[in-house]
Nanobody
Framework: QVHLVESGGGLVQTGGSLRLSCAAS????????MGWYRQAPGKRRELVAH???????NYADSVKGRFTISRDYAKTTVDLQMNSLKPEDTAVYYC?????????WGQGTQVTVSS
């Protein structure tokens, strides 16, 4: 059974930092991509960042220069270091993992940035 376990969300003030972590287990096929999406109230879920099995990264324009995604291939974990947080970063953040067969979602972790 596939599990994506997220951790690291919480409440932080504007300008602060948080680090999200996601550990994937139970995926029998090779993981091609891991990343993070977010969904704010009343808005669509959007890509924050992802990293491929080749280490190629992609970031949303709104987080470039502030967020950094990293991956531990041996442990199948993906982290998101979030710096210089803004109130508009407030959302539920979802871990996403993709194998050659299908994608998987985590349960989400709340990030709240107070002004």
């Amino acid at each position: 059974q596939v599990h994506l376990v997220e951790s690291g969300g919480g409440l932080v003030q504007t300008g602060g930092s948080l680090r999200l972590s996601c550990a994937a287990s139970g995926i029998s096929h090779s993981i091609s991509l891991m990343g993070w999406y977010r969904q704010a109230p009343g808005k669509r879920r959007e890509l924050v960042a992802h990293i491929t099995s080749f280490g190629v990264t992609n970031y949303a324009d709104s987080v470039k220069g502030r967020f950094t995604i990293s991956r531990d291939y041996a442990k199948t974990t993906v982290d998101l270091q979030m710096n210089s947080l803004k109130p508009e970063d407030t959302a539920v953040y979802y871990c996403y993992t993709e194998s050659i067969i299908r994608g998987y979602w985590g349960q989400g972790t709340q990030v709240t940035v107070s002004s």
